[in-house]
């Protein structure tokens, strides 16, 4: 009797067994890449905005403390957008003719507020209070990056849940006293990039990691620190673990 199939069927099929198998786990991968890539989180992307503000050249060249922008950060939920006000604090004195700041005097003449897109945000069901991260010492930089290097804001980390728990699940690793969220960036000014494990002369590796945005858990010292904090800010593992805390 004739061969019915050509010998090459014989290899189609192991492939499309092998496919079978193998397609989801493939599909899978290929999504979670996708999803957690900058072209879907956005990170590291500069958002244009109706004024390019830049960090760096306000909290670093010109040394102006976080809290005279975002005044509620301290003790708000929300920290709070500069208004035209606190923006013409300075440039009814400075730059007072420039094209890029017209929409700040536009928004100080007819009282409006100038609508900044957002570049950081949670879902609507997450809960985030900046003001208690603060209280703790968690730096700016933990969750928004090197905030004081951007010439124009962009998003530092993706907020996955994962990113959230990690601390929440030993936050001795991370906490610190609060003024240390403030001293990292008079630091910057005063030592640009030296690093110095002492901190005397130079950045600690805590502040150098946190400068320059990278993934940096407490160690030595500042574990011995983070481990006290801890007890002394009765934080509770098991409470600050559970679902609800966030999601509300």
């Known amino acids: 009797m004739a061969q019915l199939f050509h010998p090459a069927a014989n290899t189609v099929a192991r492939v499309m067994v092998l496919c079978a198998f193998t397609g989801p786990i493939v599909a899978l991968l290929v999504g979670s890449a996708i999803t957690r890539s900058s072209f879907n989180t956005n990170v590291g992307v500069p958002l244009a905005q109706p004024v390019p503000f830049s960090h760096e050249h306000h909290a670093v060249e010109l040394g102006i403390d976080c809290r005279y ?39 100080y003449r007819e009282n409006k507020p100038i609508v900044w897109n957002q570049v950081n945000w949670v879902p609507g069901f997450v809960y985030f209070p900046h003001d208690i991260h603060v209280a703790r010492g968690i730096s700016c930089n ?43 960036y008079q630091d910057i000014q005063r030592y640009g990039d030296k690093v110095d494990p002492t901190g005397k002369e130079g ?29 002394e800010y009765h934080i509770h593992t098991v409470q600050i673990t559970n679902c609800s805390v966030c999601h509300h």
């Open 203 to 231: 950045l600690t590796p805590r502040e150098y990691a946190l400068a320059e945005g990278k993934y940096y858990e407490n160690q030595g010292a500042d574990l011995v620190e983070g481990e006290r904090l801890k007890k």
């Open 142 to 184: 933990n969750c928004h990056g090197p905030i004081q290097k951007m010439m124009i804001t962009y998003k530092g980390k993706a907020f996955f849940m994962v990113f959230c728990l990690n601390c929440h699940r030993q936050p001795e690793k991370f906490l610190a006293p609060p003024q240390f969220v403030w001293q990292l």
């Open 69 to 107: 922008c975002h005044t509620n950060v301290e003790r708000s939920p929300n920290p709070g957008l500069p208004s035209s006000e606190i923006c013409m604090s300075c440039h009814s004195q400075i730059w007072t003719d420039s094209p890029l700041l017209e929409p700040v005097r536009d928004s």
